[in-house]
C-alpha cells in the first residue's frame, strides 16, 4: 500500500468510541453543559465524622471527614441529590464522586481496600440520577468517570536530599488508576475524565491504564483529557507549559480536551484560547467560579461566570462547558442559558500535518519551516567519557552539568544513554532523568532515551511527563517484536526513531535503506497506529574513510536515502548519529568536527532534520579552512579513491588536542554578596563553595558566619520568591535555587559549630542538632490529603539547613502541638516552627482550631500557614486572633525559608513579628471596614457577648497618688530616651524595606537609608538646640480616680468613693467577627470593675503637650523662608509629645499608681506595648468618640492646669499634644470599635443626653448604615 499523507491525518483525529458518536453528533449542533463542582455541594451540608463514617465504618481506625469519595458509600442519597440538582439545572454530563478514587489517594484513609467499590458505586449512583432525569425530559445524560490527579507527583521529588527520589512510581499509578477505571465502567461510566492534571506524568500513567485496560478488557469508551494551569505564568504545577502539556497526552488522542481548575474563566481565557486553537479534539473548560476569596470561598455569581462562559463561547473556543470550584446548581443553570444559542467550536483537522509535536516543559515543533534539529549526544556513557566517569561514580548532579552545557549550546533535544556493561542501565536511567526533572534549564526541552536494551527504555519513558523521543527500535528481532515494542512506545506517547536494520542486519545501500524504512513505516501505521509524524527513521550514519573501499560510500548512500525516504513516506522525519562518520579519525577532533559539519550542511539539504552532535563543537562549514574543506568533500562524496589517504595525511600534520568552549562569566567579576546572589537566583553552583568560603573569610562584613545566610544568601532566596511571586519562575526552577542553597549552607557549617562552640562553657560539646539552624514540624492538617505543597516547602527548608520533621497528612492538631509540648527532646530548639498545610476548603477550618488548642495548651512557637486556599486576609482575620504568638502565612515554598530565618533570629525576630502584627491587624481592619455584607449584632446581643472577667480573684492595687498631678516645664532632656523616631521617619516619607524597616536599620537600607541617617542628624542637631535654649516646653497633667463599671460606661468617683464626679461613656462592638467563633465584642468598660462585683477599681486620664512655644518658632522661622526647619520643628514638637505620654505612663505605672513597680522595660519594648495595662486615646478606634476628651478635660482641669485648650472640633491646642486614659487590667487590650448600628447609636445619646443626629455626627466613620 502507498503512503497517503490521510495516514498522518487518521493519527491525529480524536477516537470517538461507541457512545461518543452520539456525543459528538450533538456536540456539531450544540454546545454541551458538563455540572459543577461536587465538593462546595457536599460542603453545604456541613458532613461532621460521624456522617463520613456512617454506620458502616463507625469503627474505622482512622479519621474520615474529608474522605467525600466514600461518601458515595454511607450518604448516597446526598450524592444523588447532588447529581439531579445539576441534571436539573440542564447539565448533559454529570462527573461521578471520585476524584479521590485511587487506592494511592484512599490509603490516606485506610480505605485503599474499598477503591473498586466506591467508584463502581460511584458511577451506578450517577448512572441511576441521569437514567431518571432522562425518562423526565426525554434529553439523553452521560456520566463522566472522575479520575484525579491522586494526591502524589511523578516529577517533583519529596526528598531534601535525594531530588531524584519519588513517593510513587509510574506503575503504581498504572495499577491504580486501572482499578478506578474498571470500577467506574463497570458501575456504569459512558466517558472516563483524566482531571486537574498538575503533573503530566501522572496524567500519563492514567491514560496508559485507560488504553491498557481496552486493549486488553473493556470496549473503548470516549476519554475526556483536563490539564490545570495553575497561574498567570501559564504553566502545571510541575512546570509544563498549556502546549507541552498538550502535546504530552495528545497520543491518547482524547475525544475533549481543556482546562479545569485552579483559575477563574477571567484568568483562564488566555490558555483555553490556547487550546481551541491548538487541538483537533473537542475543547472541554471547566473554570472555578472566580478565585478564591481571603476566606478560602468563591465569590462569582452565577451571571457573573455564566457571562464570562459565555464570551468565550461566542469567541468560538468551547465545546463542552462547566464549573469547577465554587459552581453549583445555579452557575450551571446560568451557563446553559447562556450558551444555549450559540454555535459550538468547529475542531480543525489536519492542524499539524506534517509536524512532530515533541515536549520538555515547553513545546517543539518540527516540520517543514523548522531548522535543523541538534540532538546533544554527551549524555551518553559510550560517547563521553567524562559523562560516563562521573555516572560510573555515582555523581550524577555533576552529570547534569554536562547536559545543561549541550543545552546551552544549542542543543534542542537531550540524548541520553546509559548502556555499559557495569551499569544498570535501567536504574541510571531513572535516577539520572528524575535528576534532570529538578533542573528546568534542562528539563525544558524534550529528552531522547537512547539504549539498545529495550527495558531501559521503558524506565525511562516511566520517568519523564513531557513527549520524548525513543532510541531505537527496529525489525531486528521480527515483526512481532516490533509491534510489540512500538504498541508500548505509543501507548507512552512517545515518538519513535527506527533504525534500517531487518531480520538480515544493517541496511547499508540506498535501495536496502529505503526498503526496510518504507516496511517500518507501514507496519508502524497500519498495524500499531502510530502517527505518521510520530516516525523517525535512522538510515544509519556509517563510517567512512576506513581503507576498506565498501564503506566509501556509506555517506552517499545515507544522503540519497534520505532524499527517497522525505518523498515517500509522508510525515517521516530523518535523523542520524552523526559521531559514526567520523570513527575513523577518533582523537582527531579538529578532523572530526570539520567531517561532521560538511556532512551535515549537505545532508540538511537532502532532508536530514536531525542528528545526535556536539552542539557546542561545529565548526560553520564556510568557516572550515579551504583545504580541509575540500578534504571532507571528497571523502564523503567519495569522489577518488585517494580520498580517504588524503585525509589522513593532513589529519596526520594537525597537532591533536581539545579545544575549549567558554561562556562569558561576566558576572563573576562583582562583588561576593552579588555572586553569591546570582548563584541563588540563577540556579548556579559552580562557584558557590569557594564564593561561600570568601564571604565567611571577611570578617568586617560578616562577623560570624551566620551573617553570610542572614545577609546575601538569604536576599537571594527573597529575589527568589519575588520571581516566583510575580510568574517569573516556576517550581523547579525554585527547587533548584534551594539546593544551590543547601550547598552554600553545608560549607558553613563547620565555621557555625566553631562558633558555638566557643559560645559554650569550657567542656561543654554541641549536640547534634546544633547542626541546624532550627526544626520546622510540618504537617498537612486533619480532614486533607493533598501534601505536594507541603512536601515542597520541606525540601526548600531543609536545603537551607533546617531539620524538618514531616508528620504527614490528615494530621490531628493533637498530633502536630502536642507532639511539641510533650517530646520537647525531639524537636524543641529556640525558634522551633510549625507549619500546617492544607489544599482544600475545610482544612481551613482546622488551622483555625490547632491554632486554638497552641493557645489553650500555652505554646509560643510560631505557626506557619499554608496552601492552596490559605491567604494573608484569612490567616489575619481567622487565624491569627486565636493565637498570642506568631501566625503567618507564607504565600509559597519559595519565600519559606526567608520567613523562618526572620524567625529564628533573635536579633529580627521582634521586628519582624511587630511588622507582621501591624500589618495583620491593617489587614483585619481593612477585611471588615470593607466587607461588604457585613453582619453585626444587635446591641442587646454585643453585650451579652461581653468580655467576662474573673473580677473575684482580681484585686485592683490602689494608686499611690490619687486625684490630680501636675507637671509643668517638664525637663524634656527625660524625654529623649523615650522618642518613637520611625513615625519620625513616616513623616518625611522615608520607609526602610524589611529588614530595615525600623529605627535605628532604616540606615542600614539601601535606597533611603543615606537619606535617613542625614536627615536624623539634622535632627539631632534641631533637637539639641531645643532642649538648650527652652525653644519648646511641655506640660502635662494625670488623673487617678476610684471607678466602676456600669453597663458600657465607666463611672468615676471622687477620691472617697463616695459620689460621682463623672462618666466616661463606652461604645461596644457590634460586627460579626467569625460566625464559628466565640471572640467577645468589647468595650473599654470590659476591663473596670463593675458595680455588681462590690470591688472599687481604679482608671488614669492624662493630657501632656510639647508643644507650647512651637507656634512662636516656626512663625520665625517662616519670616526666614526656613520651611524645612518649620517642618522638622513641628515633627520634633509631635515626637517629644508622644514620648512625653510614654515616659509619664512608666512613671504612673511604676510610682503614681504603683501597679508594676518592678517593672523594667526599655524604650523599644514600651513602644512595642510590653508593659501591663493599656493607654487609649478619646476619638480613636477603642473609644472613637471625640466628645469624651470634655470629660478629661473637666474631671483634670486640663486647661487651667496647663494651658492647653481643645478647638471647636475637640483637637488639642498645641497641635504636639497627647491625651487618653489610664487601664491596669493585665487583660485589657487595644481594639478596634468598627462599625456600630443605628441601635447602639440610639441608646449611647440617651445615655450621654445628646441628639442622635449629634451623635452621628461626631460618629459619622464608624455608622454601619446611611444616616441621611
Same mark, same amino acid.
Given at each position: 500500500m502507498p503512503a497517503s499523507r490521510n495516514d498522518s491525518a487518521r493519527a491525529t483525529q480524536p477516537s470517538i468510541p461507541g457512545i461518543g458518536k452520539t456525543i459528538a453528533a450533538e456536540l456539531s449542533k450544540r454546545i454541551m453543559v458538563l455540572d459543577g463542582a461536587m465538593g462546595t455541594m457536599i460542603q453545604r451540608h456541613r458532613l461532621e465524622e460521624k456522617d463520613f463514617r456512617g454506620e458502616e465504618f463507625k469503627d474505622h481506625p482512622k479519621n474520615l471527614k474529608g474522605n467525600n469519595d466514600l461518601l458515595c458509600l454511607t450518604q448516597p442519597s446526598i450524592i444523588s441529590q447532588i447529581h439531579k440538582d445539576y441534571l436539573n439545572a440542564g447539565a448533559d454530563f454529570i462527573e461521578t464522586n471520585t476524584f479521590n478514587g485511587t487506592r494511592i489517594a484512599q490509603s490516606d484513609y485506610g480505605t485503599a481496600h474499598l477503591t473498586y467499590r466506591i467508584n463502581k458505586t460511584a458511577a451506578g449512583l450517577a448512572k441511576k440520577a441521569c437514567q431518571e432525569v432522562e425518562e423526565a425530559t426525554g434529553v439523553p445524560r452521560y456520566v463522566v468517570g472522575a479520575i484525579g490527579p491522586t494526591n502524589r507527583t511523578l516529577s517533583i521529588s519529596p526528598s531534601v536530599t535525594n531530588p531524584e527520589c519519588r513517593n510513587v512510581t509510574f506503575d503504581e499509578l498504572v495499577e491504580a488508576y486501572e482499578e478506578q477505571a474498571r470500577?467506574?465502567?463497570?458501575?456504569?461510566?459512558?466517558?472516563?475524565?483524566?482531571?486537574?492534571?498538575?503533573?503530566?506524568?501522572?496524567?500519563?500513567?492514567?491514560?496508559?491504564?485507560?488504553?491498557?485496560?481496552?486493549?486488553?478488557?473493556?470496549?473503548?469508551?470516549?476519554?475526556?483529557?483536563?490539564?490545570?494551569?495553575?497561574?498567570?505564568?501559564?504553566?502545571?504545577?510541575?512546570?509544563?507549559?498549556?502546549?507541552?502539556?498538550?502535546?504530552?497526552?495528545?497520543?491518547?488522542?482524547?475525544?475533549?480536551?481543556?482546562?479545569?481548575?485552579?483559575?477563574?474563566?477571567?484568568?483562564?481565557?488566555?490558555?483555553?484560547?490556547?487550546?481551541?486553537?491548538?487541538?483537533?479534539?473537542?475543547?472541554?473548560?471547566?473554570?472555578?467560579?472566580?478565585?478564591?476569596?481571603?476566606?478560602?470561598?468563591?465569590?462569582?455569581?452565577?451571571?457573573?461566570?455564566?457571562?464570562?462562559?459565555?464570551?468565550?463561547?461566542?469567541?468560538?473556543?468551547?465545546?463542552?462547558?462547566?464549573?469547577?470550584?465554587?459552581?453549583?446548581?445555579?452557575?450551571?443553570?446560568?451557563? *446553559?442559558?447562556?450558551?444555549?444559542?450559540?454555535?459550538?467550536?468547529?475542531?480543525?483537522?489536519?492542524?499539524?500535518?506534517?509536524?512532530?509535536?515533541?515536549?520538555?516543559?515547553?513545546?517543539?515543533?518540527?516540520?517543514?519551516?523548522?531548522?535543523?534539529?541538534?540532538?546533544?549526544?554527551?549524555?551518553?556513557?559510550?560517547?563521553?567519557?567524562?559523562?560516563?566517569?562521573?555516572?560510573?561514580?555515582?555523581?550524577?548532579?555533576?552529570?547534569?552539568?554536562?547536559?545543561?552545557?549541550?543545552?546551552?549550546?544549542?542543543?534542542?533535544?537531550?540524548?541520553?544513554?546509559?548502556?555499559?556493561?557495569?551499569?544498570?542501565?535501567?536504574?541510571?536511567?531513572?535516577?539520572?532523568?528524575?535528576?534532570?526533572?529538578?533542573?528546568?534549564?534542562?528539563?525544558?526541552?524534550?529528552?531522547c532515551?537512547?539504549?539498545?536494551?529495550?527495558?531501559?527504555?521503558?524506565?525511562?519513558?516511566?520517568?519523564?511527563?513531557?513527549?520524548?523521543?525513543?532510541?531505537?527500535?527496529?525489525?531486528?528481532?521480527?515483526?512481532?517484536?516490533?509491534i510489540a515494542k512500538a504498541t508500548l512506545i505509543r501507548r507512552f506517547g512517545a515518538a519513535v526513531v527506527v533504525m534500517a536494520f531487518d531480520e538480515t542486519g544493517q541496511a547499508t545501500s540506498v535501495e536496502n535503506k529505503v526498503a526496510v524504512c518504507t516496511r517500518s513505516y507501514r507496519i508502524l501505521v497500519d498495524k500499531v497506529g502510530f502517527n505518521p509524524n510520530d516516525i523517525i527513521f535512522d538510515p544509519n550514519i556509517l563510517t567512512i574513510a576506513t581503507g576498506i573501499e565498501e564503506h566509501n560510500n556509506y555517506a552517499v548512500n545515507f544522503i540519497e536515502a534520505v532524499k527517497i525516504v522525505k518523498r515517500t513516506l509522508p510525515g517521516a522525519r530523518v535523523s542520524g548519529g552523526l559521531s559514526n562518520l567520523s570513527f575513523s579519525f577518533r582523537q582527531m577532533n579538529e578532523i572530526r568536527e570539520a567531517m561532521h559539519s560538511v556532512f551535515l550542511y549537505h545532508a540538511i539539504k537532502a532532508g536530514l532534520d536531525m542528528s545526535i552532535v556536539n552542539a557546542g563543537n561545529l565548526p560553520v562549514y564556510n568557516q572550515i579552512s579551504e583545504s580541509l574543506l575540500a578534504l571532507c568533500e571528497d571523502v564523503i562524496f567519495n569522489r577518488h579513491g585517494e580520498a580517504t589517504e588524503k585525509l589522513l595525511e593532513f589529519a596526520q600534520s594537525v597537532q591533536k588536542g581539545v579545544r575549549k568552549t567558554t561562556v562569558a562569566d561576566e558576572w563573576r567579576s562583582g562583588s561576593v554578596e552579588e555572586r553569591l546572589e546570582h548563584s541563588l537566583v540563577k540556579g548556579i553552583d559552580k562557584h558557590i563553595n569557594e564564593d561561600t568560603e570568601e564571604a565567611v573569610q571577611d570578617k568586617k562584613k560578616f562577623p560570624r558566619a551566620l551573617n553570610v545566610i542572614e545577609g546575601p544568601l538569604m536576599k537571594g532566596m527573597g529575589v527568589v520568591g519575588d520571581l516566583f511571586g510575580s510568574g517569573k519562575m516556576f517550581l523547579p526552577q525554585v527547587i533548584k535555587s534551594a539546593r544551590v542553597m543547601k550547598k552554600a549552607v553545608a560549607v558553613l557549617i563547620p565555621y557555625m559549630e566553631k562558633e558555638k562552640q566557643a559560645l559554650l562553657p569550657e567542656g561543654v560539646k554541641n549536640s547534634p542538632s546544633d547542626a541546624y539552624l532550627g526544626t520546622v514540624l510540618l504537617a498537612t492538617v486533619k480532614g486533607d490529603v493533598h501534601d505536594i505543597g507541603k512536601n515542597i516547602v520541606g525540601v526548600v527548608l531543609?536545603?537551607?539547613?533546617?531539620?524538618?520533621?514531616?508528620?504527614?497528612?490528615?494530621?490531628?492538631?493533637?498530633?502536630?502541638?502536642?507532639?511539641?509540648?510533650?517530646?520537647?527532646?525531639?524537636?524543641?530548639?529556640?525558634?522551633?516552627?510549625?507549619?500546617?498545610?492544607?489544599?482544600?476548603?475545610?482544612?481551613?477550618?482546622?488551622?483555625?482550631?490547632?491554632?486554638?488548642?497552641?493557645?489553650?495548651?500555652?505554646?509560643?512557637?510560631?505557626?506557619?500557614?499554608?496552601?492552596?486556599?490559605?491567604?494573608?486576609?484569612?490567616?489575619?482575620?481567622?487565624?491569627?486572633?486565636?493565637?498570642?504568638?506568631? *501566625?503567618?502565612?507564607?504565600?509559597?515554598?519559595?519565600?519559606?525559608?526567608?520567613?523562618?530565618?526572620?524567625?529564628?533570629?533573635?536579633?529580627?525576630?521582634?521586628?519582624?513579628?511587630e511588622d507582621i502584627k501591624e500589618e495583620y491587624n491593617e489587614e483585619r481592619e481593612n477585611y471588615y471596614d470593607t466587607l461588604k455584607e457585613k453582619t453585626y449584632f444587635s446591641l442587646e446581643e454585643s453585650r451579652k457577648k461581653s468580655l467576662m472577667l474573673n473580677w473575684s480573684s482580681y484585686t485592683p492595687v490602689r494608686p499611690n497618688a490619687l486625684g490630680v498631678t501636675e507637671f509643668l516645664d517638664y525637663d524634656l532632656e527625660r524625654l529623649i530616651p523615650y522618642i518613637d523616631w520611625k513615625p519620625f521617619f513616616d513623616v518625611w516619607q522615608l520607609r526602610g524595606k524589611y529588614p530595615n524597616r525600623g529605627y535605628p536599620?532604616?540606615?542600614?537600607?539601601?535606597?533611603?537609608?543615606?537619606?535617613?541617617?542625614?536627615?536624623?542628624?539634622?535632627?539631632?542637631?534641631?533637637?539639641?538646640?531645643?532642649?538648650?535654649?527652652?525653644?519648646?516646653?511641655?506640660?502635662?497633667?494625670?488623673?487617678?480616680?476610684?471607678?466602676?463599671?456600669?453597663?458600657?460606661?465607666?463611672?468615676?468617683?471622687?477620691?472617697?468613693?463616695?459620689?460621682?464626679?463623672?462618666?466616661?461613656?463606652?461604645?461596644?462592638?457590634?460586627?460579626?467577627?467569625?460566625?464559628?467563633?466565640?471572640?467577645?465584642?468589647?468595650?473599654?468598660?470590659?476591663?473596670?470593675?463593675?458595680?455588681?462585683?462590690?470591688?472599687?477599681?481604679?482608671?488614669?486620664?492624662?493630657?501632656?503637650?510639647?508643644?507650647?512655644?512651637?507656634?512662636?518658632?516656626?512663625?520665625?522661622?517662616?519670616?526666614?523662608?526656613?520651611?524645612?526647619?518649620?517642618?522638622?520643628?513641628?515633627?520634633?514638637?509631635?515626637?517629644?509629645?508622644?514620648?512625653?505620654?510614654?515616659?509619664?505612663?512608666?512613671?504612673?505605672?511604676?510610682?503614681?499608681?504603683?501597679?508594676?513597680?518592678?517593672?523594667?522595660?526599655?524604650?523599644?519594648?514600651?513602644?512595642?506595648?510590653?508593659?501591663?495595662?493599656?493607654?487609649?486615646?478619646?476619638?480613636?478606634?477603642?473609644?472613637?468618640?471625640?466628645?469624651?476628651?470634655?470629660?478629661?478635660?473637666?474631671?483634670?482641669?486640663?486647661?487651667?492646669?496647663?494651658?492647653?485648650?481643645?478647638?471647636?472640633?475637640?483637637?488639642?491646642?498645641?497641635?504636639?499634644?497627647?491625651?487618653?486614659?489610664?487601664?491596669?487590667?493585665?487583660?485589657?487590650?487595644?481594639?478596634?470599635?468598627?462599625k456600630i448600628q443605628q441601635d447602639q447609636i440610639a441608646d449611647y445619646a440617651q445615655r450621654k443626653s445628646m441628639s442622635v443626629e449629634e451623635i452621628e455626627k461626631w460618629l459619622r466613620s464608624c455608622l454601619a448604615y446611611d444616616s441621611e
Amino acid at each position: 500500500m502507498p503512503a497517503s499523507r490521510n495516514d498522518s491525518a487518521r493519527a491525529t483525529q480524536p477516537s470517538i468510541p461507541g457512545i461518543g458518536k452520539t456525543i459528538a453528533a450533538e456536540l456539531s449542533k450544540r454546545i454541551m453543559v458538563l455540572d459543577g463542582a461536587m465538593g462546595t455541594m457536599i460542603q453545604r451540608h456541613r458532613l461532621e465524622e460521624k456522617d463520613f463514617r456512617g454506620e458502616e465504618f463507625k469503627d474505622h481506625p482512622k479519621n474520615l471527614k474529608g474522605n467525600n469519595d466514600l461518601l458515595c458509600l454511607t450518604q448516597p442519597s446526598i450524592i444523588s441529590q447532588i447529581h439531579k440538582d445539576y441534571l436539573n439545572a440542564g447539565a448533559d454530563f454529570i462527573e461521578t464522586n471520585t476524584f479521590n478514587g485511587t487506592r494511592i489517594a484512599q490509603s490516606d484513609y485506610g480505605t485503599a481496600h474499598l477503591t473498586y467499590r466506591i467508584n463502581k458505586t460511584a458511577a451506578g449512583l450517577a448512572k441511576k440520577a441521569c437514567q431518571e432525569v432522562e425518562e423526565a425530559t426525554g434529553v439523553p445524560r452521560y456520566v463522566v468517570g472522575a479520575i484525579g490527579p491522586t494526591n502524589r507527583t511523578l516529577s517533583i521529588s519529596p526528598s531534601v536530599t535525594n531530588p531524584e527520589c519519588r513517593n510513587v512510581t509510574f506503575d503504581e499509578l498504572v495499577e491504580a488508576y486501572e482499578e478506578q477505571a474498571r470500577g467506574l465502567i463497570d458501575g456504569g461510566a459512558d466517558i472516563l475524565m483524566v482531571e486537574t492534571i498538575f503533573d503530566t506524568a501522572n496524567a500519563k500513567a492514567a491514560l496508559f491504564a485507560i488504553d491498557q485496560l481496552f486493549a486488553s478488557k473493556y470496549e473503548p469508551v470516549p476519554v475526556f483529557v483536563s490539564g490545570t494551569i495553575v497561574d498567570k505564568s501559564g504553566r502545571t504545577l510541575s512546570g509544563q507549559t498549556t502546549e507541552a502539556f498538550m502535546i504530552s497526552v495528545t497520543h491518547a488522542r482524547p475525544m475533549c480536551l481543556g482546562l479545569n481548575c485552579a483559575l477563574g474563566a477571567v484568568e483562564m481565557r488566555p490558555f483555553i484560547a490556547a487550546v481551541a486553537k491548538a487541538t483537533e479534539a473537542f475543547v472541554i473548560c471547566y473554570p472555578n467560579a472566580g478565585l478564591p476569596n481571603a476566606m478560602g470561598g468563591y465569590d462569582e455569581t452565577p451571571e457573573t461566570m455564566a457571562s464570562h462562559i459565555k464570551s468565550f463561547a461566542e469567541d468560538g473556543f468551547l465545546n463542552i462547558v462547566g464549573g469547577c470550584c465554587g459552581s453549583t446548581p445555579a452557575h450551571i443553570k446560568a451557563i *446553559v442559558q447562556a450558551v444555549a444559542n450559540i454555535k459550538p467550536r468547529v475542531p480543525p483537522t489536519n492542524l499539524y500535518e506534517d509536524t512532530l509535536l515533541l515536549s520538555g516543559l515547553e513545546p517543539m515543533r518540527i516540520n517543514s519551516l523548522t531548522n535543523f534539529v541538534n540532538i546533544g549526544e554527551r549524555c551518553n556513557v559510550t560517547g563521553s567519557k567524562k559523562f560516563k566517569d562521573l555516572i560510573m561514580a555515582g555523581k550524577y548532579e555533576d552529570a547534569l552539568t554536562v547536559a545543561k552545557q549541550q543545552v546551552e549550546m544549542g542543543a534542542q533535544i537531550i540524548d541520553i544513554n546509559m548502556d555499559e556493561g557495569m551499569l544498570n542501565g535501567a536504574a541510571a536511567v531513572t535516577k539520572f532523568l528524575n535528576f534532570i526533572a529538578s533542573e528546568p534549564d534542562i528539563s525544558r526541552v524534550p529528552l531522547c532515551i537512547d539504549s539498545s536494551n529495550f527495558n531501559v527504555i521503558v524506565a525511562g519513558l516511566k520517568c519523564a511527563q513531557g513527549k520524548c523521543v525513543v532510541n531505537s527500535i527496529s525489525l531486528k528481532e521480527g515483526e512481532q517484536d516490533f509491534i510489540a515494542k512500538a504498541t508500548l512506545i505509543r501507548r507512552f506517547g512517545a515518538a519513535v526513531v527506527v533504525m534500517a536494520f531487518d531480520e538480515t542486519g544493517q541496511a547499508t545501500s540506498v535501495e536496502n535503506k529505503v526498503a526496510v524504512c518504507t516496511r517500518s513505516y507501514r507496519i508502524l501505521v497500519d498495524k500499531v497506529g502510530f502517527n505518521p509524524n510520530d516516525i523517525i527513521f535512522d538510515p544509519n550514519i556509517l563510517t567512512i574513510a576506513t581503507g576498506i573501499e565498501e564503506h566509501n560510500n556509506y555517506a552517499v548512500n545515507f544522503i540519497e536515502a534520505v532524499k527517497i525516504v522525505k518523498r515517500t513516506l509522508p510525515g517521516a522525519r530523518v535523523s542520524g548519529g552523526l559521531s559514526n562518520l567520523s570513527f575513523s579519525f577518533r582523537q582527531m577532533n579538529e578532523i572530526r568536527e570539520a567531517m561532521h559539519s560538511v556532512f551535515l550542511y549537505h545532508a540538511i539539504k537532502a532532508g536530514l532534520d536531525m542528528s545526535i552532535v556536539n552542539a557546542g563543537n561545529l565548526p560553520v562549514y564556510n568557516q572550515i579552512s579551504e583545504s580541509l574543506l575540500a578534504l571532507c568533500e571528497d571523502v564523503i562524496f567519495n569522489r577518488h579513491g585517494e580520498a580517504t589517504e588524503k585525509l589522513l595525511e593532513f589529519a596526520q600534520s594537525v597537532q591533536k588536542g581539545v579545544r575549549k568552549t567558554t561562556v562569558a562569566d561576566e558576572w563573576r567579576s562583582g562583588s561576593v554578596e552579588e555572586r553569591l546572589e546570582h548563584s541563588l537566583v540563577k540556579g548556579i553552583d559552580k562557584h558557590i563553595n569557594e564564593d561561600t568560603e570568601e564571604a565567611v573569610q571577611d570578617k568586617k562584613k560578616f562577623p560570624r558566619a551566620l551573617n553570610v545566610i542572614e545577609g546575601p544568601l538569604m536576599k537571594g532566596m527573597g529575589v527568589v520568591g519575588d520571581l516566583f511571586g510575580s510568574g517569573k519562575m516556576f517550581l523547579p526552577q525554585v527547587i533548584k535555587s534551594a539546593r544551590v542553597m543547601k550547598k552554600a549552607v553545608a560549607v558553613l557549617i563547620p565555621y557555625m559549630e566553631k562558633e558555638k562552640q566557643a559560645l559554650l562553657p569550657e567542656g561543654v560539646k554541641n549536640s547534634p542538632s546544633d547542626a541546624y539552624l532550627g526544626t520546622v514540624l510540618l504537617a498537612t492538617v486533619k480532614g486533607d490529603v493533598h501534601d505536594i505543597g507541603k512536601n515542597i516547602v520541606g525540601v526548600v527548608l531543609g536545603c537551607n539547613n533546617y531539620r524538618v520533621i514531616d508528620l504527614g497528612v490528615m494530621t490531628p492538631c493533637e498530633k502536630s502541638s502536642v507532639q511539641l509540648w510533650r517530646k520537647k527532646q525531639v524537636c524543641w530548639c529556640v525558634g522551633d516552627v510549625i507549619g500546617l498545610s492544607g489544599l482544600i476548603t475545610p482544612s481551613l477550618d482546622e488551622m483555625v482550631y490547632v491554632a486554638k488548642q497552641m493557645e489553650k495548651l500555652k505554646l509560643s512557637t510560631p505557626l506557619l500557614i499554608g496552601g492552596a486556599t490559605t491567604s494573608k486576609k484569612h490567616t489575619a482575620v481567622k487565624i491569627a486572633p486565636h493565637y498570642s504568638h506568631p *501566625v503567618i502565612h507564607v504565600l509559597d515554598a519559595s519565600r519559606s525559608a526567608v520567613v523562618v530565618s526572620s524567625l529564628l533570629d533573635r536579633s529580627s525576630f521582634r521586628d519582624f513579628v511587630e511588622d507582621i502584627k501591624e500589618e495583620y491587624n491593617e489587614e483585619r481592619e481593612n477585611y471588615y471596614d470593607t466587607l461588604k455584607e457585613k453582619t453585626y449584632f444587635s446591641l442587646e446581643e454585643s453585650r451579652k457577648k461581653s468580655l467576662m472577667l474573673n473580677w473575684s480573684s482580681y484585686t485592683p492595687v490602689r494608686p499611690n497618688a490619687l486625684g490630680v498631678t501636675e507637671f509643668l516645664d517638664y525637663d524634656l532632656e527625660r524625654l529623649i530616651p523615650y522618642i518613637d523616631w520611625k513615625p519620625f521617619f513616616d513623616v518625611w516619607q522615608l520607609r526602610g524595606k524589611y529588614p530595615n524597616r525600623g529605627y535605628p536599620k532604616i540606615f542600614n537600607d539601601q535606597e533611603v537609608g543615606a537619606e535617613a541617617k542625614k536627615l536624623f542628624e539634622e535632627a539631632q542637631t534641631m533637637l539639641k538646640k531645643i532642649v538648650k535654649e527652652r525653644l519648646l516646653v511641655a506640660r502635662g497633667v494625670v488623673g487617678l480616680f476610684p471607678a466602676r463599671t456600669r453597663g458600657d460606661d465607666i463611672v468615676v468617683l471622687s477620691e472617697d468613693s463616695a459620689s460621682s464626679v463623672g462618666v466616661l461613656y463606652g461604645l461596644r462592638q457590634q460586627a460579626v467577627k467569625d460566625s464559628g467563633a466565640a471572640e467577645p465584642c468589647l468595650c473599654l468598660s470590659d476591663f473596670i470593675a463593675p458595680e455588681s462585683c462590690g470591688t472599687t477599681d481604679y482608671i488614669g486620664m492624662f493630657a501632656v503637650s510639647a508643644g507650647f512655644g512651637s507656634k512662636e518658632l516656626c512663625e520665625q522661622l517662616e519670616k526666614e523662608n526656613d520651611m524645612y526647619s518649620v517642618i522638622m520643628v513641628k515633627a520634633l514638637a509631635d515626637r517629644l509629645a508622644e514620648a512625653f505620654a510614654e515616659e509619664l505612663h512608666e512613671r504612673v505605672r511604676r510610682e503614681l499608681w504603683g501597679y508594676s513597680k518592678d517593672e523594667a522595660l526599655d524604650a523599644k519594648d514600651l513602644h512595642r506595648l510590653q508593659y501591663q495595662g493599656i493607654r487609649p486615646a478619646c476619638g480613636y478606634p477603642s473609644q472613637p468618640d471625640h466628645t469624651e476628651k470634655l470629660t478629661l478635660w473637666k474631671l483634670m482641669d486640663v486647661e487651667k492646669r496647663t494651658g492647653m485648650t481643645l478647638t471647636e472640633g475637640l483637637a488639642m491646642y498645641p497641635a504636639a499634644s497627647v491625651s487618653g486614659l489610664y487601664i491596669a487590667h493585665p487583660s485589657s487590650t487595644y481594639f478596634a470599635v468598627g462599625k456600630i448600628q443605628q441601635d447602639q447609636i440610639a441608646d449611647y445619646a440617651q445615655r450621654k443626653s445628646m441628639s442622635v443626629e449629634e451623635i452621628e455626627k461626631w460618629l459619622r466613620s464608624c455608622l454601619a448604615y446611611d444616616s441621611e
